[in-house]
């Protein structure tokens, strides 16, 4: 095995948890226990440049009850936990700065239920979004919310993830529904529904979402799905400045007219652009053929994403008013 038998950052200190408390989830965990270096420092770090102790011990959760029985345990000895999804955090969110042990539950990855009437999933918290967008494939409807990295629906509810369609779709703040949580005492908790009418009560939901693991480990995810849009346009468009850029999608939004060489002028956003069918987007079917650089107009629910708003400006439409628009391809 190439597990390494040093610490990779032999200057940092670990922070020792209770011999008694690792005893106990060794052998309520057996196989999903670990105390091993190599397992510690993967958990013990994200995408941020930070370099801090990592966790004593891993638990790698498969249910629920796996997550409340070790919140239960690490609660008992006063020992901090960290919930673990796929680590792709930018922030050093999973850092041991107090020591604790890591809760991974990225084995906790099963598709629970899929309610295309109601345009609505509830899956556990280690599903990823393009594990998600995969299982839903086949109904025509898609989750939205896309932070970049593959992330899970529990990292992503726990970060209040946002990303590149969040101007159309809205954050994970818009978007959950409902969680099954797992509380700092080791209780399960249910907040919300998949019912859109409900105003009974404190609005957990809310609270737990963007409570980046300090209230509790979520466990269950119940999310928005939408429709696949029927085509998706892809278009960059180049700014002199960050104000214009943002005076520019506001106008957009207002008057569903983009910037063009005459200023706002094209109504019904004739620029150009490529466009191309969702499916292609999927990869549930081909491509649609499509003259590059033709000025095209979309339909009323095309989906356009905007790419490389600093990106320099290549075409031959540079505007007076600062915005153009150009073909990908
Ligand atoms: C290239 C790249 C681009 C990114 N762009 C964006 C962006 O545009 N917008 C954006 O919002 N984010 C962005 N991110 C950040 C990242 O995608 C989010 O932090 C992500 O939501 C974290 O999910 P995760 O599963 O990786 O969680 P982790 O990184 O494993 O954990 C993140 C935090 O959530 C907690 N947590 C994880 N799972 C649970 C759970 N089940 N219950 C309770 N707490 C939990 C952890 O304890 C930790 O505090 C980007 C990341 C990368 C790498």
Known sequence: ????????HPEILSYPAPAALLQALSERFGAQYSAALVAREQHGRDESAFTVPPP?????????QDVADAVKLAAQFKVPVIAFGVGSSLEGHLLAVQGGISIDVSRMNAVLAINAEDLTVTVQAGVTRKQLNEAVKSTGLFFPVDPGADATLGGMAATRASGTNAVRYGTMRENV??????TAQGEVVR???RAKKSSAGYDLTRLMVGSEGTLGVITEVTVRLYPLPEAVMAATCSF???ASAVIGRHLHRRTRRWPSQDGLSSAGGRRRGHRHDARHQTG??????HESGQDICPPANAFLIPIGLDAPVATDNASASGAALRPLH
Do not use: Y
């Open 284 to 289: 549930a079917g081909p491509r649609q053929p």
């Open 56 to 64: 004593a011990a891993v638990v790698f959760a498969e249910r629920t």
């Open 1 to 8: 095995m190439n597990a390494p038998t040093l610490p990779l």
């Open 177 to 182: 529904l409902a969680l099954e949580v797992v």
């Open 191 to 193: 907040t919300g529904t």
């Open 240 to 242: 002199d400045s960050l």
